[in-house]
């Protein structure tokens, strides 16, 4: 009975060991649901990133990793080696210099208060006249009247005809032809870096227009110039991008454009080629960058309107949400719009169990720290903490302090491209704008725009209808791509038809504990199965010993019974003779046990192997 008694107890001992692992996974669970104050989910995703740093040797971490670690962490030797290493000359990396690696290489020095000019030089020298867009040339004369008109370029002069439907006729030269509607004169291409003087015999206005190659959709330029009769206006073409080889480079003029203009440089001139070009381009998110680049009222909209179920973003095609959201987070920095805050509370619900995002990836966790929660960080010159921008000024975008008349606060830190800007731009509150801040149940029907209260409605505020959402109600969330830690169910739909709906992985992750102590278990059944000889004489002699022991005086309670002694079994027929007695009976009936016992073990055996 003890032998069987030992078999019992390993199986309680498994299911128990069983129970607890689980228990404990449902206890993991329990705690990832508990709402924790933001500053210590903050700094657990902190610990996280500089972790998986701590972890990889220099080798193994991709410039990537490097760079957006850099930008998050600050200066770090680790990091910096690492971005060295790659260093090609002035350019990244050495292999094939990229716009875009050596633009975030950039924004990475730029951060550490590291010199950079060598690497502003090498971008510089690779923006180029853009030829992706069509550029025309319109004359308004005033009150409409008939006016001849001259176009001078270099020793060029040509005489065109402004009749009074606004149309040209004439022969405005090599540099010109009039243009399929007849209202304005197409620049040609050889000729966009000239400068152009118009004089008219009225009053008069020109302009630039562009549009993309091809398209329809015209873009007006923003300045325009006005002059009298006889009088005389100029208008030079500002049409630049950053080309690889002969061609324009749409993302690597967003990143060079952004980290050029943090450094100081004017970037206007490769906007009409960012924004003509932005919705063939739209796996880039360009509205994130050109809200940087502009602080315009028609980007930020752009940028709120796309945020998707108040959550996340993720622009089409590009299988990143993490990447994106922490793109938009950094357009988004110092402003109060909601979008920012909202990102910002679901990122936090949805980290790693050790602190990090998107299966501990270290580049995407970077970045998000950087974008959504940024820190005063260490310099690389003097290994000190940089000075924080305020009181003395305000990160904003460079075009935001040129526009509102501040200068660049040198020596004060804010997270790159952003720069301290002497003054605090005046941002009008939303009823100052004619609009209406929509309440968390509300959408806005309209255009929203950037104010003091945060994002402000120039429409109507107008009660979200209740969508039906399969997916989440099944517990999904729908995306326009899965993670890894998630799969794709088909039963199931999303009331946006190009998104898919995403389930948590029923896989969970390894218990080491649960393992080792099977394990101890297993090699515990094997040891008993090689020594069970050794072990049966064991437990006969402790049984003897046990059994010639008197039992312990019990304390208090009833006084002990005496021991219980087992009668042999008679029965109530004729005696039987001394051969067929009980003792011999019990020594047949333990062989049988012991037979038992043995093929019990056997089968154990087997069932470990």
Known sequence: MRKLGVIVLFFILLISSISIGLAQDNSEEEITETEIPETNEVDE????????????????????EAIFSTLALGSQQKLEDKIEQEKGNDCWPSSSCKLKKTAQALLAYQRIDKNSEDIESY???????????????????QNHVYSTCTLSYESTVKTVNINEDMTVSGNPGTCFSISSSGYGLLIK???????????????????LVYRKSGSETLYISPESNAASSS????????????????ACNYEGTLWSALALQSAGEDMSDTLPYLLALAEDNQKYFPSSFLFLLTNGDDQYNQLVQSQKQEQYWQAPGSGNKFYDTALAMLSLQGTSATELENSRNYLLGIKTSTGCWNNNNLRDTAFILYSGWPKT???????DISDACGPAGSCQSAFSCSDAGGDELIGRSCPTPRICCSVEPTIESCSEKSGEICSASEDCSGSEVQSSEGSCCLGECKEIEEILNPCADMGGSCYESCLDSEIEDDSVSCPN???ICCTPSEEKSTNWTL?????????????????????????????????????????GGRP???????????????????SQQIPVRQVAKMDKQDKEFDETLKKLKEMSN
């Not at 960080?377 to 290994?383: E, F």
């Not at 094997?526 to 002699?541: A, C, N, P």
Request: proline content about 7%; aromatic content about 6%; charged content about 25%.
């Open 45 to 64: 995703a902190y610990q996280c990133l500089q972790g998986i740093i701590d972890e990889k040797e220099t080798s193994s971490l991709s410039l990537e």
């Open 123 to 141: 971008l510089l020298a690779k923006k180029e006249t853009s030829t992706d867009l069509a550029w025309f040339l319109q004359i308004d004369i």
């Open 515 to 555: 393992i080792i102590i099977l394990s101890l278990l297993i090699i515990l059944v094997i040891v008993g199965i090689i020594f069970r000889k050794k072990l049966k004489s064991l437990f006969s002699k402790f049984r003897k010993k046990g059994g010639d022991r008197p039992p312990a005086p019990m304390r």
């Open 189 to 207: 291409n050889l000729c966009l870096d000239k400068t152009f003087e118009i004089s008219c015999d009225a009053d008069f206005v020109t302009s």
């Open 497 to 499: 038809s190009e998104d």
């Open 377 to 383: 960080v260490t310099v690389s010159s003097s290994g």
């Open 560 to 578: 002990p019974r005496p021991p219980f002694r087992r009668m042999p079994m008679r029965r109530p027929h004729p005696r039987r003779m001394p």
């Open 231 to 246: 009088g005389t206006t100029t208008e030079l073409v500002k049409s630049k991008c950053f080309k690889t080889g002969n």
